[in-house]
Structure formats: structure tokens, C-alpha cells
């Protein structure tokens, strides 16, 4: 996509340095110009002031090392004049490399990101995140990302407080925030809203983790800026930014779980195009292979999986523009539990009763039916203008393809021909003016839109579950941000007009088209206050309104997993829901941090699935009929997470999180209310023993209380009762010159604890995972 | 330069939206593996006058009650017994008891008496692996009596279960695809 002019200045940019080059080489013959002196000082990113101490600096032309001082500084002395190259490192601290080029003496200040919370799993929000300054946000990333490397995204997750995941079976991982999931949160991969069929339980987000250098969760209504169905969060796939020096850089991951005999591997590479500056890429490319998962007493025949990834992206930028174009494949097979497909109720009863599923057998990598088959495309093209005074213009195109097909257990020879074969497409513009500061606000405006296909391919022999349907979504939207002393504050407001044609054959095999119209509207008010030091509070309202869905609308069959039939409302209205979170963080360095968040979420017509009073007879038995119907619904809670310095190098970390979900208008508990969770842990940390660096220790234990909030006429069963599983983890690293590579053993449920989840929907059939041994090696270069 | 760009970005993103394929659906999906009605055929001896029992349920899932046929059976017969498994969804009705038969190591029927009911059946056909499927079976009734009598059709049993062969469920395992009540008289 390069301009002609592009080419001018990329034609003129290789002339000058061939000319500077030869410069270079004139220089060179004469005398080495090797007398140049650079002083440095590390400080931290986020205050841009505070020093860092005993860092790490290696110089990989001059291959020697130094070391910060309380100041944070450091010197360099005998640099050659040309492009030099460091490496940063620091305990707690992401390692970085800076390069730039030097011809004379320089003073340098490089800014690493030092979280001294982001040890272990407590990931505390850093205070000055200029992003979302109001809202209760959690981050993975370095540590805490890489010691879940190899797991899928929901699933990993699940060490962050008020964030739990809905499952089915070890395979199928939905995210949950505050007891909200599917269409109700939003999962945003790479700066593009992830389409595909998220009303499903069992359908899990398609997204390779491996593509993320940070993954977020931000626990509020965030609608204004990410869109319409961020009701109760945003998961946020972040990739790393690309390198600041055009070689070749790269990491490759290598994961191996026993649990399953698993393996998973992926490779990222990255760098630039000599002799274009201004042009990086990076390519990267995951696999993994998972047979039946064990729980402490049988195999769970047909759990395995399959996922394969690659996705590839481009980037241009001068100080004007930048252009990114970004693809990404992911494909995925992945086993349901065999003793998990029911025929009726009376099946159900006696699967129920049964200590081990019915059909178990011995391991296998084998997948066999039922099972799921998922394919996902997503290509994106990205252009930044930016203006002189740091305003910019941002136009985000993306495209996305998504095919999700079930195979089932059929009668015939219909065993490879799909019961559910979906196909949705979709297409997404947004364009976004984020202006400069003008006095003390800073903000943006911008417009969206969203068009999608859904299409059933023909040739299932099953009736479609959900119909076929186009949809446009227009949209604008505002935000704003003050800085004022001691607060900030930001508010927000977002319209979106959706349309919708849905189209299926009825009873009578006629064609109806029905069309839907839908104002939904969506608002932000936020402060950040610091009054004293160490202290800030933040507190977040927002609303935000979701259009009822496809199947919410126009389901009518049996849901065979759930042994009961649904019928959706066509008449249903748009849901509305109020958020608020107030969040506390306290945090002390090293010595002690904690973060307290409160929420409450009003959700004004909620649509749930309500049973009717009769079963409804058929050929297969009888059946209870549930149909989507809207009441008014709170959720709130408590997510609480601190990190205690008990003694120098040895830190004690807690998370809690307590949730409470009402049907108000009915006076009864919301299902899948995840229940209260309280997990500990004690790490001890040696900075190192000869060349290995970082050494951690950690033990940790998680509580899991049984749900004890539950309407009984709502579900299958009883939720499970309490259960209790400990951990043990190491993880060291070891920096050879340039490279690195990180190391990191675990052993989950070390006592292979036999127990059930409430969140899990094969618990009505089966036991959960038992112990698993991780083994995770990662090679930076 | 920026103004191209972002000119090419629409223009780009605008031929993608006319690339769509936004047609109507052409056909409806026509339900297959659907059994709509199951009839159970019972002879006596003489060959006279058969006694049918039947439960038809025309559209499934939906809400019209599904109507269910029976008749009074003699005290002390033995009848052989014949079930008929039709789609009647389409015309004219598809005949599943084929499939059933070809895949006859994936079928077996179990049939469950109320207590009260005197009534046995056993099973007068054979699978290619010498495991009943209960097409065919011989009905013999005792003395008068009235009770329920369930119907069952599994998918993929444990036909090697204990006790399976012989009609007792408990062991059987699969998916129920049919569970039919009859309330039954012998009189």
C-alpha cells in the first residue's frame, strides 16, 4: 500500500544512508572513532522519575555489561561512533532492548516497565494508565502471562480476581467477568472486535493467546470506546509492539502439560526490512496437540484437541503515518466428552448416578464425534495520521470469517456430516479523531460501523438452531478526559442504530424475513482520585445497551446437551445495564500493594431462559421447555487482591472474589453465579545462583466454596460442593548475551483432588481435571 | 498522501462489502433422522385381528400434544410382536425401521413393564453379532391386569452389559431416541 510519494521518501531514505554509509567508510579508513562516552539513566515508565537500581545493562556490540546505581545511572565509555545496541534487565521488569544510533557523546534515559506488583499472579492495575483511567483494570503480561502460555485464552484468565470461565470439559474455556460472559462482555483481538458465534456456552473465543504480549481484562461497562455488548468487560488481546531495531528478533515457546500429554508449541519472529527504516514485520505460528484429559480416577474419553494458528503482520510508519496490516488464521477440533451426549432426561438421571461417564475407555489423542470444528479468519488494516501537535486520525478496517461446524452422533452414515454448519462474516470501519490536549482534555470522537452475515450451509439434515440473518450497525461515539490536580476525570457517550434481517423457513416451509431496528445507546462517567501518597481511587458508571441476539430471538428446537428445549421471543427488547466499580489500590513498592473493587450491575430487561411449568412430550420422552424472557437483574460484588512483603524476598499474595446475581422481579438467584473464591500463595524469590536469574518459588492454594445461591427449578442438578487445590511453581531465567530463556515447572492440582466446578457444564456427567504437570520452556532472541 | 491512504483504506473496505453474499436461503433443511411414529404390532396365534398400539407425534419439539393409540390385549395369549418405526413428517412416510435394522449393532429396544401389568416380552430377532434388537418379539400376557408400558429405543448400548440381552436396561448405557408411554388393559 505504499504511495508513490512513500516511495520518494523510503528511494531518498536509502540514498542518504548509502551516502552516510560511505561517509561512515570514509571516516572509517582514516581513524576509528571509538571515544565516545554514554551516560545513561533507567528509569521507571510509569512515573518517569523514579530510578532503578541494580539494573542490568548489556551492550551487545561492545559485549560488556554494567550495572545501575542508586541513581539509576549508568556509564558506557570507548562507544564506537555507529548504531549501538543494549539490553536491559531488571528484576520484575520485562527485559528491553533500545538501540540508536550514536556519533558523539550521549546522555541517554531509557524507561523500563517496573511493576512491582506484576510478580507472581497479583496483577494490580498500574495507577498512570492513560487508557482507562477509571476502570479497574488487570493486566497479564510478562511473568503472570508466560506461566500460562500453552492454555487457551479463557483459561488463562482465570488467575485474575472477578474473572472466572465457563467450561466445557478441559477443551472449552469461556471468560467470565463478574458473572457475565458471552454476548455480555466483549474480547477485542488486536484492536478488532472478535466475531463470531459467542451466544453459545460451549463456543470458546477464537484466539491464539500466543499472538498476545498482554492480555487485559477491564472489569466495567466499557461500551463508550470498544462498542455495544461490553455490558460487564472487555478482554483486550494486546500484541507487543514491534521492535525499535530492524533484526531479527523472536521468541519460541515450548509448553508440555501431563494432563492430557499435551504439547504445544509456537514461534514468533519479528524484525525489519534492511535498508527500509521505517517498514517491521513479525510472523508467528502456534500448534498444539491434547488427547483425553484424566481426572484422578478415569480417562474423559473424547476430550482431546487440536489447534493449529499462524498470523502474520506488517507495519509502516514514519513520523507522519502508520500502517499496519495484520492476518491471522485459527483453526481448531476440538472432542466433547462421548459420555456427555444425552438422548432425554432419563439419560441424564442416570448419568447423574453414575460415578464414571458412560463409554469411558483408556487414553487416546483420538477426536472422535461429538466434537467441534472451528475455523477463523481475521484481517485487519490499520492507518494513523498524526497531526503536528499530537492529534490523530485512526481508521481501523477488519474482516473477519468465522465457520463453526458440531458433528454429532447420528444414525445412517452421517457421521461426517455436520449438525450445525454456521458461516458469519463480518466487516468493521471505525475511524477515531484523538485530539491533542487542549487545555486539560484530551479525547476522542468517532464513528463504527459493523455489517455481518450469518449463513447455515445446507446439507446438516437438522433444522438450523439459529437462523440466517444480516445485520448493520452504524454507530458514533465521544469521550473525553480531564487531568486536573489532584483528579482525572472522563466521560463518555456512544449511539449505535442496528438493524437486523433475520431469515428462515417457518412451519409451513414459507420464507420469512422479518427486520429489526434497535436504538442502543451507551454512557461513561469516571474519576481518578490521589490524594495521598499511594492511594488512588477510581470509580467508574457506566451504561450500556445490548441488542438481544439470534438465538435469543429465534431459537425453537431441542438443546441436546442441556436436555431441554428452547424457544426464543421474537418480541424481545434491547437489554439495558448500570454498572458501577469503585476501585481502592494502596500500593507501598515492594512492601505491600492491594486493590479492593466493588461493583454493582443493574440490568434492566435481562433476558434468561425461564422454564415453562409443563414438560413437553415427544417420540424421545419428555422434555422441560425453557423460553427466553426478560426481567430486571443485579449483580455485585467484591474482588479483593493484596501482596505482602513478609520478609526481604519472600511475599505472601492473596485474591478474593465474592459475587451476588438477583432476579429481582422473580425474588430468585441467577444461574451461574460463579461462587466465592479465595486463593493464597507464599513465594520466595533469589535474585540468583550463578547464572540462573530470578529464581521463584511458589506454593499456592486455591478455595473454591459451593454455590450454595440457586433457584433449583433452573438447572439439571445440584451445584457441586467446595473444593480446595494447591499448586507448586518454579520459574528461573538464564541471559546469555543477547538472548534469554526462561524456564517455568508447575504442578496444578498437586494432590490430585477429585472435585466438580459449577461452571463447568460437563460436571453433570463427569469429574474434573486431575493433577497436571507443567512444563514451560521460552527462548528470546 | 494521507488523504490517499485514506481514501484507498475506504475503497478497500467498500469492495469488501460488495463482495458479500447476502442471498435469501433457498431451501428449507430437510429434517432427516426425524421418527415421527412408532407402532407396535401385536398377533396372536391365529393371525386374527392384530392389536396395534401407537404413538405419533407429527411435529416434534413443538407444542402439539402427540396422540397415543392403544387397545385392549386377552389374558393368556401369546402375541408376536412387530414394531414399525415411520417418519411421517414426509410424503409419503419414510420407512425407519430400515435404518434402525442396518444398523442393527447400534439398536436395541427394551421394553418396561408398571409392576401390575402382567405382561413379558423376549426377543425373537438377532444383530450380526448375535445380540437382540427387538423389531420382533414374542408378547405373552398373564392374567387380567391394566398398567404402563414404556417403550424404549438406545443408541449405541452396551448390548455385552449384564443382563442386557435379556431386556434389562440397567446395564444397557446409549442415548435414548425413543420413550414411549402405552397405559395398557389386559382384559
Known sequence: MLQNKDKIMLFSSYFNLLIGLLCFGYLNGFAQNCAITIQGQIVDSHDHEHPLEFAYIFSEDKKIATISDENGTFTIKDVCVGEIHLVVSHLSCETQKFSLYVDKDTTIQLHLEHHAELLSMVTITSKKDEEDISQAKATLTGKTLERVAGKSLGASLESIAGVTTLKTGPGIAKPVIHGLFGNRILTVNNGIRQEGQQWGNEHAPEIDPFTAAKISVIKGAAAVKYGPDALSGVVLVEPAPFPSDEHLHGSLNLVGLSNG???????????????????????????????????????????????????????????????????????????????????????????????????????????????????????????????????????????????????????????????????????????????????????????????????????????????????????????????????????????????????????????????????????????????????????????????????????????????AIEEGDANLDIEKSYKIINTFTYSNEEKFNLEASLHYNYLDDYIYLQPEAEPRLTIRGAFPVFGYKQTVAEIFGADIAGRLQLKKHFYWESKASLIRGNNISDDQPLILMPSDQWKNSLSYIIENIGRWQDIEFIVSGLQVWEQKRVAGELDLAPPPPSYFLTDFEVSTRILMKAHELKFHVAIRNAFDIQYRSYLNRLRYYADDTGQNVELRIKYIF | MERISLITLTLFSLLFFAACNKDDPEDPEVEEEVITTLILTLTPPSGNNPITLSFTDEDGEDGNAPVITTDTLAPNVTYSGVITLLNESVSPAENITEEINEEAEKHQFFFDTSEDLNVIFAYEDEDADGNPIGLETTVTTGDASTGKLTVLLRHEPSKDGDNVADGDITNAGGETDIEVDFPVIID
Open chain 1, 261 to 563: 500429554r499435551q504439547g504445544v508449541a509456537s514461534l514468533k519472529l519479528e524484525g525489519g526490512l534492511h535498508p527500509f527504516e521505517t517498514l517491521k514485520w513479525r510472523v508467528q505460528g502456534s500448534y498444539k496437540k491434547a488427547g483425553d484429559a484424566q481426572t484422578p480416577n478415569y480417562s474423559l474419553t473424547n476430550t482431546g484437541n487440536e489447534e493449529k494458528s499462524f498470523s502474520a503482520a506488517f507495519r509502516h510508519k514514519t513520523a507522519k503515518m502508520e500502517t499496519e496490516l495484520y492476518g491471522s488464521y485459527f483453526n481448531a477440533e476440538i472432542g466433547i466428552l462421548r459420555g456427555a451426549h444425552i438422548g432425554n432426561l432419563t439419560d441424564l438421571e442416570n448419568a447423574l448416578n453414575r460415578e464414571e461417564p458412560f463409554y469411558t475407555t483408556d487414553f487416546s489423542y483420538d477426536i472422535q464425534n461429538p466434537k467441534q470444528a472451528v475455523a477463523h479468519i481475521l484481517a485487519k488494516a490499520k492507518n494513523t495520521i498524526y497531526f503536528e501537535k499530537g492529534s490523530k486520525i485512526v481508521t481501523t478496517y477488519g474482516f473477519q470469517n468465522n465457520h463453526r461446524q458440531e458433528f454429532d452422533i447420528r444414525r445412517g452414515n452421517r457421521y461426517d456430516i455436520p449438525a450445525l454448519d454456521l458461516n458469519i462474516q463480518t466487516h468493521t470501519l471505525d475511524v477515531a479523531f484523538q485530539h491533542r490536549r487542549l487545555k486539560k482534555m484530551k479525547g476522542e470522537i468517532g464513528i463504527g460501523y459493523r455489517f455481518q452475515n450469518n449463513r447455515n450451509i445446507a446439507g446438516t439434515g437438522v433444522s438450523p438452531l439459529i437462523p440466517n440473518f444480516v445485520s448493520y450497525r452504524p454507530g458514533i461515539y465521544i469521550l473525553e478526559k480531564w487531568r486536573l490536580k489532584k483528579w482525572e476525570l472522563e466521560a463518555g457517550l456512544r449511539y449505535d442504530y442496528q438493524w437486523l434481517q433475520a431469515k428462515f423457513f417457518n412451519d409451513n416451509d414459507e420464507l420469512e424475513k422479518p427486520i429489526h431496528e434497535f436504538n442502543i445507546f451507551a454512557g461513561n462517567i469516571g474519576a481518578s482520585f490521589k490524594s495521598v501518597k499511594n492511594f488512588n481511587y477510581r470509580v467508574n458508571f457506566g451504561t450500556a445497551y445490548r441488542a438481544p441476539n439470534a438465538n435469543e430471538l429465534y431459537s425453537d428446537g431441542l438443546h441436546h446437551g442441556a436436555a
